[in-house]
Structure formats: C-alpha cells, structure tokens
C-alpha cells in the first residue's frame, strides 16, 4: 500500500484520537471555514446595522433585480432565485461526487465533479450578468438631491446627503419621488414629491444618476450599492476559487491520483469548501433579497 | 555528499527555508525580538519628547536625522511613532512573537509529536510573518511616514489618504501588512490546533494534556476566530480609502470641501476591530497562564491545584473574550444600555479569573517552592493579574 508521507507520520504516532475521525487536513479545512465565516459575518453584521440604520430609505432588492435574460418586462428576484438554485444543486452533485469516491467509483467521481464545476460556472456567470445590470441601471435613472438641507413641500426638512429620488412613472421627469412617505397616523401613503419650481430648486445643486457603482446608486442609497459591491464581490472570489480547487481536483481524478493513493479524502476536502460558499450564499441571498 | 553545492542546500533547508518545529521556533523568536526592540527605541524616543516637549535630544538627532531637525520631533513623526510602536508591540512581538515561539516550541515536544502537523504550512506562517515585519519597518521610511492614527487606525484619519502626512502611503503600507500577518497569524494556528487534536501520543487524553498545551489550544482558537474580523474592517478600509465607498465615512469635509461620501460611521469600525482587540488581549495572555501553571506546578513540586478547573476557567475566559469588546468604546456615543450589557459580561470574566488565581495559589500552598527565577517572575504575574483583572 503506498501512502502519502502524512499517513505514514500519523501510523507511527497514532496515538490520541484523531476528532470526528477526521485527518488534520480535513480538520485544517474545518477551522479554516470558521475562521473565513467569521470575515462573511463581519461583512454581514456590518450590512445589517446600516440596513437597519436606513431602514427608512433602504431600496427594496425587488425593485432593483427585474430582469431575467432574453426575457422582457418586469421580473423581480426570479434570476436571483435561479442562480441560488443552481449553485445549491451543484452543491448535491458534490455530495455524490464525495460519495461516489467513498465508494472508490472513479468515473461517478468524474462526472459529478464535472456537474459541480459547471454549476459554479454558471453561478459565477450570472452574478457577473446581476452585476452589469446593476451597473448599467435603468434607462430613465433617477436623481440624487443635492447636498445639504432641504426643505420639503410639507415643510419638514430634511438632511438630503445621498438621497435619491426616482422620477414617477409616466411623469415624463417631472414628478420626483423621494424615497420618503408622508405618515398619516401609523399608515404610511403615498411618496413624497417635488415638481414645479421645488423640483427646480432642487436640481439645481443635484445630479442625474444612472446605474450604480461605489459613490452612487440611483435605486437608492449608495451604501446599498456598496455593500452589494462588496459582499457580492467577495463571496464571488470565494465561489470563483472554489471552481479553481475543484477543477485542479477534477484533473487530478482524471488522472487516477487518488485513486493510486486509495482514498479520495481531496474531493472531501474541496466538498467541505464548496458547501461552505454556498451556505454562505443562502445568508448573502437571505440579506440583500429578502429582508 | 560533501560537494559545496550540497553545504549550501543543507544550509538552505536547515537555517532558511527550514520545516523543523524548533528551527522554526527559533526564527520567530529572532525576528520577534528584534521587532521588539526597534519597537522599545521607538518608544524611549517619543517619551522624551513627550517629557521635554519641544528640548533638542542628541539621541533624537541621532536616530532620526532629518525626521527631527536639531534634535527635535515633528509632531508627525511623534504621530507615526507611536503608532508604529503600539502595532509592532501588540501584533508582532506579543502575538506572532510569541506564540510563535512558544507554541511552535513546545506543542510537539509537549504532545510527543515528532512535529508539527504541516512543516510546510508552519515555514509559511514563519514567511508571511517576516515579510509582514519588513512591510511594516518599510512604510516609515516612505513619504509621509509610517501610519499615524494610532495602532487602532480609527477611521476618518485612517479612512482618508489626505487627512494627515502618515494617513497616506504609510496607512496603506499598514493594511498591507496587517494582511500578510493575518495569513500568518492564521497559519500558524491552524497548525497548533490540528496538531494538537490529531497528533497527541498514546494515552495523552485531553485532559491529560499540559495546561501549557490547553493555553496553547485556547490561543490559536481564539487567533483563528478574532482575526479574520480584523481582515474584514482592514478590507472595508481600503475600499474606502480607494475605491470611493462610504463604510465608515460621512459628511466629511477637507478644507471646506465636502467629500462625496455619505451615511457610513466610524463606530462600525471600532465595533469590528475591537472584535479582535478584546480576544487579542487573551491572544497576549493566555500562554503566559498557560506556561506559569506548569512552572508554579513544577517549582511547588506538587500537581496543579484543580486540573479541570484551570482547563475549565481558561475555556470561560476565551469564550467570554469575544462578548465583551464594547468595554473599549463606551465614548464613542454608542448605546448606553449596550455599555451595560458589555459592562456586566466584562465583570463576569472575573470569576474564572478568580478561579484560576486560587489554584494557583493553592497550589503553592504547602508546597515545597524552588525560588528560581522563573518561579518569581510566575508569581509576579498572578499578582498582577489579580490586582489588574
Ligand atoms: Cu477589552
């Protein structure tokens, strides 16, 4: 039986017990996973104190993912839906693939693998579409109010840094909406606007916002954009170097390495990281589009 | 075998690139104690400037040249030094120093392992801390200086490459660095802690451990889980810096320009670092517990006073490390009912504390004590533990 010098190491000093019955490789991957959740959960954590910060103001993801490829209209979260599916299905096809080199099934091992790697690719495609349409934003933009304080119609004032307003439809861009309600007891109505010479007034020291990048969002507040920027981006990494591992690892089936060895403990090992940058994704999902 | 193309390989792999526990132990003690001494210069020289504001010193003049006309420090110099001296003490002497010396030393020895689980994860944990060193020794000499906004970069000083001299390239040269010595921080503990799980000798169950191990264990848990916040509020920061973003920043102005920034805080950072910096404190302390329960043990020539207790309250102190942070922000506007709640767990971690000093105390108890060294300095650090905890 040839083994790797590892195994040889711990058959000499096999003494203790090894945890989970897990190698110190696989044990290295579980720490290295917490370790890395605890990076989302800052991101995340820090997502959700300015979420709730501007609660108020906060753009809804619904009114901001609409679009679904080569489909017209409006169509909010359903990509989004599809994506988190596909990634969470290329996270079964792992699951087989380490099952399959349990059983020491080569070619199982092979074609999960490969199914695992296309989901990860198509993951990683499509977040790059969700990111230019965010990026290229709508045809009618919007208008972020100049900086400063504002006086609204009602009379309140209000801080006006980074504040977007969004032309109502069918206004033919006269009619701003500002992402605040005019409360009436507990029910909150309608936008409040600005047309005629407070739309005026106010555009004098504002501009014209298309799409989003890192200082402007025209959905509304620009941290939102920010953070979806960066959470989006940073979880991509980790999905973008999972498809890496997995590919080095496919080849490496392919060309009977672990098979030579006797164990297929590799595949686990890029599983265990593959199932963590999805359960990530289910809390970046649950944050940015649901709640 | 006796070529010279050999004497130079085996030099390489034996000194330099070496995978061997105690080599690599070796290195990290060097490099720690030579950071730790440029560190201490540092800070000899900003006290005399803080003792005699504005007195022209000839080791000032000596040391800083031109950073100091005449012997006397810029108030920008005086910035960056303080900074420098407060990161290289707590990071790369008490922390990496530390630890990776220690840890490195005695986890295999201790567990009768021939060595570490990865000797080449270990070498690279060794790298990426001495090219962390370099970067840092590196950014006091770029233009501006070295960063300045304290060794807890509080944005918007640190947010903003304009705001002073150090908040430029020096700032950046400091993110930089603290990434790299993150890798390595991680590394190192991943390492420890495999090790130490899997690769215990015959018969050493867990709690047949040294506490020293135990402490060694609790260390590396504790890097591994406080560390990768840190990385998170660095990276945050350099989005800020240079990409536009607004985590921590808002309503800014510089020279009567508002900046383009809008609704970020800089409590979020402190709320991040700090994170880190509580755990950090027992990253610092822990080992010291863990080494002084063997040496008092050993010197009182009698067993550990309260074997599980000691695992026990150790276990309570990390735990409680991470719920706690708020106690270094209660100026920052925060909610006061939060600074309660961080109040009320701060006080609770002086009940394992407590147990811990007991045991050791009871374990000197009666005992027939060795006066060495070692055995003063480890009473010297139960007495102030106690009277600082
Ligand atoms: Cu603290």
């Not at chain 2, 060097?30 to 800070?43: C, Q, Y």
Request: overall charge negative.
């Amino acid at each position: 039986m040839s083994h790797t010098e590892e195994l040889d190491n711990k058959e000499l000093w096999g003494g203790g017990t090894s945890p989970f019955n897990a190698g110190y490789g696989k044990l290295m991957m579980w720490f290295f996973l917490m370790s890395d959740a605890l990076s989302f959960t800052g991101f995340l954590a820090a997502y959700g104190f300015y979420r709730h910060n501007f609660s108020a103001i906060w753009p809804s993801a619904e009114n901001v993912f609409t679009h679904f490829p080569f489909v017209h209209g409006h169509q909010p979260l359903i990509y989004v839906a599809l994506m988190t599916f596909i990634l969470i299905m290329s996270s079964v096809t792992m699951v087989l693939a380490v099952e399959a080199g349990q059983r020491m099934d080569k070619k199982k091992v092979i074609l999960w693998m490969f199914w695992t790697i296309i989901g990860g690719l198509i993951f990683v495609g499509s977040q790059a579409w969700e990111w230019y349409h965010f990026i290229h934003g709508t045809d009618i933009g919007a208008f972020e109010l100049g900086k400063g304080i504002y006086t609204l119609p009602d009379g309140t004032i209000e801080q006006t840094q980074g504040i977007i307003g969004r032309w109502k439809e069918g206004s033919n861009q006269t009619i701003l909406e500002l992402p605040w309600r005019s409360e009436v007891g507990n029910i909150a109505s309608e936008y409040l606007t600005l047309s005629g010479q407070a739309l005026t007034d106010a555009m004098a020291n504002g501009q014209a916002i298309h799409g989003a990048n890192l200082t402007h969002n025209e959905y509304g507040h620009p941290l939102f954009a920010d953070f979806f920027f960066f959470i989006t981006g940073f979880h991509g990494t980790h999905v973008f170097s999972g498809v890496v591992l997995n590919f080095i690892i496919f080849v490496n089936v392919i060309m009977g390495t672990y098979e030579k060895r006797g164990h297929y403990e590799m595949v686990e090992k890029v599983g265990l990281y593959w199932h963590f940058v999805d359960l990530v994704w289910v809390f970046v999902f649950t944050f940015f589009y649901l709640i | 075998m006796s070529t010279h193309h050999h004497h130079a390989k085996d030099f390489l792999f034996t000194y330099v690139f070496s995978q061997d526990h105690k080599m690599i132990s070796k290195q990290f003690l060097i490099t720690g104690f030579l950071m730790g001494f440029i560190g201490l210069i540092m800070s000899t020289l900003f006290r005399l400037q803080l003792g005699w504001p504005g007195e022209s010193f000839e080791v000032i003049d000596m040391f800083m040249g031109s950073w100091a006309e005449n012997g006397v420090m810029s108030p920008d110099r005086y910035l960056a030094l303080v900074t420098m001296h407060g990161t290289i003490m707590v990071f790369f002497l008490l922390t990496a120093g530390l630890s990776g010396t220690f840890s490195n030393l005695l986890i295999p020895l201790q567990i009768g392992a021939r060595d570490m689980a990865s000797g080449f994860l270990n070498m690279l944990s060794y790298w990426f801390f001495l090219i962390s060193s370099l970067i840092m020794l590196t950014s006091l000499f770029v233009e501006g200086g070295a960063a300045s906004s304290g060794w807890t970069i509080y944005p918007p000083l640190s947010a903003l490459p304009e705001a002073i001299p150090g908040s430029g390239t020096g700032m950046t040269l400091w993110l930089v660095s603290m990434t790299v010595f993150i890798a390595s921080s991680l590394l190192g503990s991943l390492n420890y802690i495999v090790t130490i799980f899997n690769l215990r000798t015959k018969g050493m169950t867990m709690t047949r451990m040294p506490l020293t191990i135990w402490a060694f264990l609790l260390t590396a848990i504790l890097g591994v889980l406080s560390f990768p916040v840190l990385l998170a509020a660095c990276l945050l920061l350099v989005f800020d810096r240079s990409f536009g973003t607004s985590f921590y920043l808002s309503d800014i102005y510089i020279g009567g320009q508002v900046l383009d920034h809008t609704g970020g805080s800089p409590i979020l950072f402190e709320h991040l670092f700090w994170f880190l910096g509580h755990p950090e404190v027992y990253i610092v302390l822990l080992p010291a517990l863990g080494i002084t329960s063997e040496i008092i043990s050993t010197m009182s020539r009698k067993p550990i006073f309260g074997y599980r207790a000691m695992i026990g309250s150790m276990m309570a102190i990390a735990f409680l490390s991470f719920i706690v942070w708020g106690h270094h922000m209660f100026l920052t506007g925060m909610n006061p009912f939060l600074g309660s709640v961080f109040t009320f767990t701060t006080l609770l971690i002086a009940i394992p504390s407590a147990v811990k000093v007991f045991n050791y105390i009871t374990t000197l108890w009666k005992g027939n004590i060795v006066f060495t060294p070692a055995t003063l300095f480890s009473v010297g650090l139960v007495s102030t533990f106690i009277s600082v905890v």
